[in-house]
């Protein structure tokens, strides 16, 4: 799948040009608060677990300081995962958005399943390829959103906190470092290991997809 077709999704879309509407607002952030507060905790405590905490695990010429940095990107996204949670709560209550009245969708469902399977069976660097896809999807189509707000006049929203949470230099940071360590951990493996990676990338382009919500499920 094109990376243009998790950013072309019609709730995207609307999001940058300021027409979404506040009940499919506040579905999209029900979904996303269940993704943060359940599954991504769950999700990157068993990539810790999983840690060697020894030299030349992962390949043949890692570096005994991938296990030390990994362990510290990991920690960093658990710390700022509690700071997600609040962030939601704290943005749905100013905005009055009601996230208690929708159901957990499908999509949600098959993003946290596909997580915690590739937590507990995957490969570490695999656990960590999905991890930093999950995080360029997210900083990407949010920069893009955010970009395209600021040229349309307006008061604060929901909206755009969102856009600028998802968009801050930390984030992308965080993004950037995540993508160097991966890259130093795929970077000896074999042919087979960077042809599982672009399944890995796929997949996790197809969840993004199905991850955002319809315009016409807010009426269900």
């Not at 996204?77 to 709560?89: C, Q, S, T």
């Not at 570490?124 to 900083?139: D, N, P, Q, R, S």
């Amino acid at each position: 799948m094109s990376p243009c077709a998790a950013h072309e999704h019609p709730f995207l879309v609307s999001a940058s040009k300021n027409t979404l509407s506040d009940n499919l607002l506040s579905l999209w952030l029900s979904q996303d608060r269940i993704y943060a507060s359940q599954a991504y905790p769950r999700f990157v405590g068993a990539l810790i677990a999983r840690i060697p905490f020894k030299p030349l695990v992962l390949s043949a010429s890692a570096s005994p300081d991938h296990s030390q940095n990994i362990l510290k990107i990991l920690v960093f996204a658990l710390e700022n995962i509690v700071r997600e949670v609040g962030f939601f709560d704290d943005t749905a209550k100013r905005w009055q958005l009601d996230l208690s009245r929708w159901n957990e969708r499908k999509g949600t469902r098959d993003y946290t399943a596909e997580m915690a399977r590739i937590s507990a069976t995957g490969k570490l660097e695999e656990g960590l390829l999905f991890l930093w896809a999950m995080e360029k999807v997210y900083l990407d189509v949010w920069t893009t959103i955010r970009a395209n707000l600021n040229l349309i006049s307006g008061p604060p929203s929901a909206l755009r906190s969102l856009a600028e949470n998802w968009s801050t230099a930390e984030f992308a940071a965080f993004v950037d470092d995540l993508a160097s360590l991966v890259d130093d951990i795929y970077r000896d493996l074999d042919d087979e290991a960077w042809i599982l990676a672009e399944g890995v990338w796929s997949r996790v382009l197809e969840l993004e997809v199905e991850f955002w919500p319809s315009p016409h499920e807010e009426l269900q």
